[in-house]
């Protein structure tokens, strides 16, 4: 599977965007982005997912580089609820199933 | 609608004991994963059903664990002969089909304790 990297920590203001970096070099032309997040002593929570276009839903923003080797998830204004850990996953296309690949992922921390 | 059930949420055996971890997907869906969270680290995949199907256990440890999703109720995880190295929470996650719509639906977890 191709390889993410993320910064292990970030903060952020309450009401503040943030943007949480993932790089991805390797990525394939096949393989979609996925993140995921996991709040303290919970399960992981899909936020979004993308293959080449920015998408937006009504959690984040995702916005792919255009040569797909980076990509930026968006939270347009933080609130302290969105404390968790942030991963970045890539999915190859031709997989069917939820065989997901979580990293150590982005501890987003968020100051009221 | 419920989500993702599991149980129970928590879980102390002692060394050699058996532990079983249930799951109930979420309504209509029809295929489930299991992942295996240790201490300090991320989540790891373990093993992919279809009712009364194994689609692919490549992450699950040789030894001592074993899953199901039968016909009728919940999908279990069984470790055997608990170790101390067992203690760890363990996610489900299920999805209507066994292409990713999107998103994967996760449950709240079973949390181990080895003594």
């Known amino acids: 599977d191709a390889k993410t990297t993320q910064p292990n920590s970030m903060e952020s203001n309450e009401e503040e965007p943030v943007h949480l970096p993932c790089n991805h070099s390797?990525?394939?032309?096949?393989?979609?982005i996925h993140w995921y997040r996991q709040l303290p002593s919970q399960g992981p929570e899909y936020v979004i997912h993308?293959?080449?276009s920015n998408v937006n839903n009504r959690m984040a923003s995702l916005a792919i580089a255009e040569d797909r080797k980076s990509s930026t998830l968006i939270l347009h204004r933080a609130t302290l609820r969105d404390a968790a850990v942030y991963y970045c996953?890539?999915?190859?296309?031709?997989?069917?199933?939820?065989?997901?690949?979580f990293g150590q992922g982005t501890i987003l921390t968020v100051h009221p | 609608n419920a989500g993702v059930m599991q149980n129970p949420r928590h879980l102390v055996r002692r060394r050699g004991q058996e532990a079983r971890l249930r799951c109930s997907p979420m309504?209509?869906?029809?295929?489930v994963y299991w992942y295996r969270q240790l201490p300090e680290e991320g989540l790891k995949f373990m093993v992919y059903?279809?009712?009364?199907?194994?689609?692919?256990e490549s992450g699950m440890p040789k030894e001592r664990f074993s899953a199901e999703f039968p016909k009728e109720g919940p999908s279990i995880l069984r470790i055997q002969q608990v170790v101390r190295g067992d203690s760890a929470a363990y996610f489900c996650?299920?999805?209507?089909?066994?292409?990713?719509?999107?998103?994967?639906?996760f449950g709240e977890g079973s949390r181990l304790t080895v003594l």
């Open positions: 996650a299920s999805s209507p089909d066994g292409r990713l719509t999107g998103e994967l639906f």
């Open positions: 390797t990525i394939s032309g096949t393989d979609y």
């Open positions: 993308g293959l080449t």
């Open positions: 996953i890539l999915r190859a296309g031709g997989t069917s199933y939820g065989k997901l690949t």
């Open positions: 309504k209509g869906h029809s295929h």
């Open positions: 059903l279809q009712k009364e199907n194994i689609i692919d």
